[in-house]
């Protein structure tokens, strides 16, 4: 990229002196003249970066202070370690729904479908009757899936939208949103048994 700089004119003796009223005569110039080097990357030698939220975290701490996921091998990410919870919790509802192993948490209004969710969501259109299953994999990956048969206002998982029977896998801290206004926040700690 260039920006322009005034050129000097010419050595002209007929008393023209340049300026014909366009700026013809610019030259360019590195964006390094301009704006001067670029600074160089951050530090990372200070910290690792949380698998939940990518957070630069001090060396030999056990939890993100910003997102609680587990910092270094195991059960951080999108693994629940044996014992974990894995826990959705709607801000705006005041509910936490907690997802067990070889069990799907269904989410939807349809009441003998998803029990657990359709009492809260009942009088909320845009979370469909059969939404979405959260499930928790023995090897402890959480994994949520919109219905195959697809939703009116839609699943995401940060920002993504989901297609309809596909798995997408969800890590500590994702934000699981159903339809345009219902999300709830991933939480998976090791506090004790999902």
């Given amino acids: 990229m260039t920006a322009p700089v005034r050129g000097t004119g010419g050595d002209r003796d007929d008393g023209y002196d340049g300026y014909d009223g366009y700026d013809d005569d610019w030259e360019p110039v590195l964006d390094e003249e301009v704006r001067g080097p670029l600074p160089p990357p951050p530090d990372t030698t200070a910290g690792v970066r949380c698998p939940g939220c990518a957070a630069l975290v001090l060396p030999g701490t056990p939890r993100c202070p910003r997102c609680l996921a587990r910092i270094g091998g195991g059960g951080g ?3 629940a370690p044996p014992g974990a919870r894995v826990v959705l919790h709607f801000d705006t509802l005041a509910l936490s729904l907690p997802a067990r192993p070889g069990e799907p948490l269904r989410l939807g209004r ?11 969501f009942a009088e909320l259109t845009t979370v469909s009757r059969r939404h979405a299953s ?3 994999d023995p090897d402890g990956s959480v994994w949520v899936t919109e219905e195959s048969d697809g939703t009116v206002n839609g699943t995401w998982v940060n920002g993504a939208h989901l297609l309809p029977g596909a798995r997408h896998r969800l890590r500590h801290g994702d934000r699981l949103q159903l339809g345009h206004r219902v999300a709830c926040t991933v939480r998976i700690t090791g506090d004790g048994p999902c």
């Fill in 77 to 79: 990410g999108g693994t």
């Fill in 110 to 120: 349809d009441t003998d479908w998803a029990p657990a969710s359709s009492g809260a």
């Fill in 134 to 136: 959260v499930t928790v």
